[in-house]
């Protein structure tokens, strides 16, 4: 069996292994393919079994590579992949659903505190002499603000969101959700459902914690920033296009927006145009929430375990059934 990877680095850069996927057969593995559709279909080749991170599979690339029976998405999010084509050609499409949860959860309150309380800036500070030269035992540049008793809203209530709400209520956050499937027994005198607008105009903090469907792109916008109090803090763990970018820019220049941090936006690399390079009171890291070690170590051993199930002929995780 020959099976491709068409964008390993990211998720195995070294430090991890891929025999457990080399178990099936010929594996080649590409630290990078060009989304240019022709690399793509060179890349596959006559391979059966394809990963993909990033690299997008139209259905312009799926038509031409007959021998492909199965995609695995290295990713919980599976929109690189054109999922109805490849069900009208046969091939069974897996995610990983479950992998990042801890780390994206923890990296959405790496973000929120800092925010909260410039820890970067203020050891930057430290180190250029601010406080040596100070005439006070201690200084700070930005406000520092307590979380405790303040609301945050979590715009989808997956198991991300939920992981999320655990720990925004041990720091005394009370918290509220939206979602398009409401489980009733996760409410608790803290946690409770709302509408979308209840959530946006009573929400000190709104986090982002949605899959990218027609539905929710650009969930950020202007007419909804509008309906948010002044001074709400913003942040988007989940994909880039859920915010509309040029909005968040405006808001945050403005003031309506007090902070925001992003580890995701609309284009990655992020191009010098996006607007949000140019915004105040922003934080942008470079698309790290799921990558620790031992989450990307999850990933490839239920990327293993997705493959198994696959050829033993009881597929797992399909996202285009």
């Not at 929109?79 to 990983?96: F, M, Y």
């Not at 989940?238 to 927006?257: Q, T």
């Not at 941090?261 to 470079?286: F, H, R």
């Amino acid at each position: 069996m020959n099976i491709v990877i068409l964008d390993g680095y990211t998720v195995n850069p070294g430090d991890l292994s891929w025999d457990g996927i080399k178990q099936f057969g010929n594996v080649i593995v590409h630290d990078r393919t060009d989304f240019d559709n022709g690399k793509v279909i060179e890349s596959i080749g006559k391979a059966e079994i394809v990963f993909t991170n990033k690299t997008p599979l139209p259905r312009a690339v799926l038509e031409k590579v007959p021998s492909v029976k199965y995609i695995g998405v290295l990713a919980t999010g599976y929109n690189v992949v054109d999922v109805i084509a490849a069900k009208e050609l046969g091939i069974k499409v897996t995610n990983i659903p479950t992998y990042g949860t801890t780390a994206v959860a923890q990296f959405t309150f790496a973000l929120l505190l800092e925010m909260c309380h410039h820890i970067g800036d203020h050891n930057k500070a430290v180190k250029n002499g601010a406080w040596t030269s100070s005439l006070d035992f201690c200084f700070w540049d930005y406000p520092l603000i307590e979380l405790a008793g303040k609301t945050m809203g979590l715009i989808g209530f997956g198991r991300i969101g939920q992981a999320t709400a655990k720990i925004a209520e041990s720091l005394g956050l009370k918290v509220l959700a939206y979602d398009s499937v409401v489980h009733p027994e996760l409410e608790n005198d803290n946690c409770k459902y709302v509408t979308l607008n209840d959530l946006l105009s009573k929400s000190d903090i709104i986090s982002l914690h949605c899959p990218l469907f027609d539905s929710t792109k650009g969930i950020i916008n202007s007419a909804n920033i509008a309906l948010m109090k002044d001074g709400v803090m913003i942040i988007n763990t989940a994909r880039g296009p859920l915010v509309v970018e040029e909005d968040l820019c405006n808001a945050l220049n403005s003031g309506k927006v007090a902070y925001a941090a992003v580890d995701v936006v609309s284009y990655e690399p992020i191009s010098k145009e996006n607007p949000l390079l140019q915004a105040k009171n922003c934080i942008i890291t470079p698309h790290i929430a799921w990558a620790p070690k031992e989450s990307r170590s999850r990933l490839i051993n239920t990327a293993v375990e997705n493959l198994k199930s696959f050829i033993n002929g009881n597929p797992v995780n399909v996202v285009n059934n």
